[in-house]
């Protein structure tokens, strides 16, 4: 019950105190509309959740299918999988900054020269400071580290599907693909639905993989990275708090829908 | 419910190998399937494989060419100033992590067996209330956080990293464990009732004794997310030395644009992943039903 208070106080202050900024006037968000370093950050956002969510359902659940019907070792891939997880973004940011390195050619390191010796030279790119392709590249990372996860949940998904289904499918001739197809998946659509509620949330709060890798640089900004900016370097409390409720209203409006859904179906049970 | 997933995840059923004779496509499938996790293999451990080989390569023994091939000898130089510099955060953060930690795990056994068995009326309300908690992005609170910490006196403080990880602990601990006690049959509860038992005596006599393998869940969980941790510790911290912790430390050491000494950050690196990377080794089951838990649904 001392968690029920210390947590009502807090949202109470939050609202207490987006209230005084709209005392204020609407002044501050309406400033972040004509802001183009927020508009160019929420671009950056966009773009990243985009491909990062993409990418992770993708690769999460290739994994899971991969892993899915059981194989021998599948315990040792599903912990290399997983493990990102498990490290903070600063320390993993070290491998990845030197691995997405710009450096080309002779001078190139990581990826670059890999691509280098491999003679792959059109895979070579700027990477995270390349001016169009920089949040594609930063989403590398993340879809690196939460891959697992999704593969976790898919897995989790797919083994509670009953093994009667697909033998009854199969008894009636039905081809492996089309049991996924139509057996499967269909059955995995609450699976689908967490998984992106869950990428969607980290990906708007998405703060220490970019913070770790390039700092404060100008072509990955993003919401958060902007509003850590605003406040300690510019120390612009009523602009930074601005931008913080619009990451928390973009959450709020997907997540508590999601919420009420999630309650009403288990109340069905 | 939450257990019940990490079973799912963890059994394997195997259907290949009841099949004694794979036929020729089955075959190909198998050898198929290997391939594509031996590549995801590889892409998985790169950037932890580079950490480790290059720590023990020395200070500058990191070369652009050779950074991929392990080391010629091992050359520990790296390690001793490195671990000089970060000692005391380590410490500093083992420090408040384990307390935040341990209350954020009382109070979220508290609620969660009130939340569990002792349903009252908008209690699926606030329930929700303390789920949508979860979601709340850790800058929405920063500011008032800061307030609140100067308010209570303990700003400059290492307590305030302990505040704002059990206030942002007990949502997840809440939901940890009200599915745990979930499964723990209602007639169990029922006959102490009988018995003349309080909720309070219920709670420490019969409740608090099966809980052992929820507080590893969640004392796992916390520990991996409050050391890793870097948003509060840097914004609530203000960055000064004195309150540095692991993470903020490190990224002192690799931020500081000293993009020539490789060595030393990847030593760096590696020093402060060492703790959860152990946890996760031998808890990890745990440490998967923790994760698991944040989806929510079972």
């Not at chain 1, 992770?56 to 999988?81: A, D, H, P, Q, V």
């Not at chain 1, 590398?140 to 580290?145: G, R, V």
Request: glycine letters at 8%.
């Amino acid at each position: 019950m001392i968690g029920w208070t210390v947590k009502f106080s807090l949202s109470n202050r939050t609202n207490a105190w987006s209230k005084d900024n709209s005392f204020a006037g609407l002044k501050n968000y309406t400033g972040l509309l004509e802001d183009p370093e927020f508009t160019h950050a929420f671009g950056n956002l966009m773009k990243f959740t985009v491909v990062f969510m993409i990418g992770t359902l993708i690769s999460g659940l290739i994994m899971s299918l991969l892993l899915e019907k059981g194989i021998r070792g599948e315990g040792f891939f599903r912990s290399i999988y997983l493990y990102p997880m498990a490290i903070s973004f600063i320390a993993m940011g070290t491998s990845w900054r030197w691995l997405m390195d710009s450096a080309r050619d002779d001078k190139g390191t990581g990826l670059n020269h890999l691509f280098h010796m491999a003679k792959l030279n059109i895979l070579q790119n700027d990477w995270y400071s390349s001016e169009n392709a920089s949040m594609y590249a930063m989403a590398l990372p993340a879809i690196w580290q939460m891959s697992g996860y999704v593969m976790a949940l898919f897995l989790a998904g797919f083994r509670g599907i009953p093994d009667d289904l697909r033998e009854a499918a199969r008894v009636d001739g039905a081809t492996e693909f089309k049991i996924y197809r139509h057996i499967l998946f269909p059955q995995l659509k609450p699976t689908f639905l967490t998984v992106l509620i869950i990428l969607g949330h980290i990906s708007m709060k998405v703060f220490d993989l970019i913070y770790g890798i390039s700092t404060k640089s100008y072509v990955t900004k993003v919401l958060a990275i902007y509003m850590w900016q605003v406040i300690f370097d510019f120390q612009n409390y009523a602009k930074g708090s601005a931008i913080a409720v619009v990451i928390l209203v973009i959450i709020a409006i997907v997540v508590i829908p999601y919420l009420v859904y999630v309650n009403k179906t288990e109340e069905m049970k | 419910m939450s257990s019940d997933l990490v079973d799912r995840v963890i059994k394997s059923k195997d259907i290949s190998r009841n099949k004694r004779k794979l036929s020729g496509s089955g075959q190909f499938w198998l050898a198929f399937r290997y391939s594509a996790l031996t590549i995801l293999f590889i892409i998985a451990a790169l950037p932890i494989y580079i950490m480790v080989v290059n720590s023990v390569k020395g200070i500058t023994g990191v070369t652009q060419s050779a950074a991929f091939l392990p080391p010629t000898h091992l050359n520990f130089d790296a390690w001793g100033p490195t671990w000089k510099v970060l000692r005391e955060p380590m410490q500093r953060t083992l420090f408040f992590v384990v307390q935040s930690s341990i209350i954020s795990a009382i109070v979220g056994s508290i609620n969660g067996f009130v939340f569990a068995k002792w349903r009252f009326k908008g209690s699926t309300f606030i329930f929700t209330l303390f789920l949508f908690g979860m979601f709340i992005p850790y800058q929405a609170i920063m500011i008032p956080l800061t307030q609140f910490n100067h308010w209570a006196g303990i700003g400059g403080t290492i307590y305030v990293l302990v505040v704002a990880h059990v206030i942002y602990g007990i949502p997840i601990c809440t939901l940890i464990f009200r599915n745990y006690y979930a499964a723990i049959p209602n007639e169990l509860i029922e006959a102490a009732r009988v018995d003349g038992a309080g909720m309070v005596r219920i709670f420490r006599t019969i409740i608090l004794p099966l809980s052992i393998p929820g507080f590893v869940v969640v004392l796992i969980w916390q520990f991996t997310s409050a050391w890793n941790d870097f948003l509060f510790a840097i914004f609530l911290t203000g960055g000064s030395p004195k309150l540095a912790v692991a993470t903020t430390a490190l990224n002192f050491i690799t931020g500081s644009g000293n993009q020539v000494y490789y060595g030393n950050n990847m030593t760096a690196s590696l020093i402060v992943s060492i703790p959860t990377l152990l946890v996760y080794m031998f808890l990890g089951r745990y440490f998967l039903r923790g994760l698991l838990s944040g989806s929510l649904k079972g």
